[in-house]
């Protein structure tokens, strides 16, 4: 087992942001973020002593139990097809589970589901893949992601399908402005965020949260923002590591949805990837049930409208330690999750209502804010 040692930090950090797997949620910056987990670092080198494979930790103790849980959200990075050095990870997280009093290792990588050769690898290794259609998973399974490699502004807008070319000219020609927001921004920003959590049934983070994630991820991170006759519409927090750029948490209150500000926003943040070379921007999680009639396929609509990829991951994968207790904290963190997000909404029930259109309808989601980049309802 090997650890990542202060003097091999700029390695790791220009390993991460040059290989074709690096996530910003392996980078050190997150594990800051997330302070209220350890974080151990795992690496593997190559014959020359450079780093070929890393897998970022975060353990965290669960509450009642004695154990910890070990995530490595869209890890491990590293040739997904190396098992020698998949092994060799996994090999060092055991060790660390013993330590720690890990009862499971959770990963979710960044790889499509239908990469049978890896499933069968890391199943024949012991990881157990757990299937989801909506966003029951700590990362979004389903995504959106667009390839702007090599693509120019101009060639980007084109490319989106018409109806969505005219609701970003639309937003335009009304006046909305887009915006770089700051940290003093940030209480703007969780007001509607909280607008968002209540009409979208989810609980959304704390100011402090986003605070942290700001102070942490320095220049990663952009704040964007979007005004129509000086009220803030919509806002949305992105990241940009690597040869991607993400839409992480967006945000849009009830008001003025005819102006059109979250097509705005999405064109804002794209010019972002395409200025930095960028070659892929992901719009995050949208639902993997297609039907017309369920409730998330608003969201799905409009991300499609952008003619992006639409992207099935392999999904979450667990590596057991303690059957025992993984059978009692899995079931009873499963039940936790909802009973909170209930609390939350019966507490705020009635508190927001959806503005209505023309014909007297609620106005459609063009947009709801993201699952959370990793949702600890333990925290």
Same mark, same amino acid.
């Given at each position: ?9 700029? /390695? ?40 070929? $494979? ?11 139990? =004695? ?15 190396? =098992? ?9 997280? =055991? ?87 700051? =940290? ?108 017309? $009639?369920?409730?998330?396929? $608003? ?60 014909? $007297? ?8 804010? /993201? ?9």
């Amino acid at each position: 087992m090997k650890l990542l040692t202060n003097d091999r930090y700029d /390695e790791y950090v220009a390993f991460l942001e040059s290989h074709k797997k690096g996530h910003f949620l392996q980078s050190p910056e997150w594990a800051k973020v997330k302070d209220m987990w350890a974080n151990e670092v795992l690496i593997v080198d190559d014959e020359n002593g450079k780093i070929k $494979g890393s897998m970022s930790l975060l353990i965290r103790k669960v509450p009642v139990f =004695r154990n910890t849980i070990m995530y490595s959200p869209r890890g491990p990075v590293c040739d997904i097809y190396d =098992r020698d050095t998949i092994q060799e990870l996994v090999d060092g997280a =055991r060790e660390l589970a013993k330590k720690h009093k890990s009862y499971v290792l959770k990963i979710d990588p960044d790889i499509p589901a239908d990469d049978e050769k890896f499933t069968d690898m890391m199943a024949d290794m012991g990881f157990k893949f757990s299937k989801s259609k909506n966003f029951e998973g700590v990362q979004p399974r389903f995504v959106f992601r667009k390839n702007v490699a090599g693509m120019t502004e101009d060639e980007v807008f084109m490319s989106f399908h018409s109806k969505t070319r005219y609701n970003v000219r639309l937003a335009m020609k009304k006046g909305v402005e887009a915006r770089i927001g700051t =940290r003093e921004d940030l209480p703007a920003f969780c007001d509607i965020m909280m607008t968002t959590g209540v009409r979208d049934k989810f609980i959304p983070r704390s100011l402090e949260y986003f605070e942290k994630m700001y102070d942490e991820m320095g220049d990663y991170l952009r704040l964007y923002l979007i005004y129509y006759q000086g009220q803030l519409l919509s806002g949305a927090v992105a990241i940009l590591y690597g040869d991607k750029v993400w839409y992480l948490y967006g945000a849009s209150s009830n008001e003025h949805r005819n102006v059109m500000p979250n097509y705005l926003m999405q064109w804002e943040m794209m010019k972002w990837t395409v200025e930095n070379g960028c070659d892929i921007y992901d719009f995050r999680g949208v639902s993997g049930d297609l039907n017309k $009639g369920q409730q998330l396929y $608003g969201l799905y609509r409009f991300k499609q409208g952008f003619n992006g990829d639409f992207i099935e991951f392999v999904g979450a994968a667990d590596y057991v330690f303690n059957k025992f207790m993984y059978f009692f904290i899995e079931k009873g963190e499963r039940m936790y999750r909802e009973l909170r997000r209930k609390l939350f909404l019966r507490k705020h029930k009635g508190e927001f209502a959806p503005e209505e259109n023309e014909q $007297g309808e609620s106005a459609p989601k063009e947009s709801a804010s /993201e699952k959370t980049a990793d949702d600890d309802t333990k925290e």
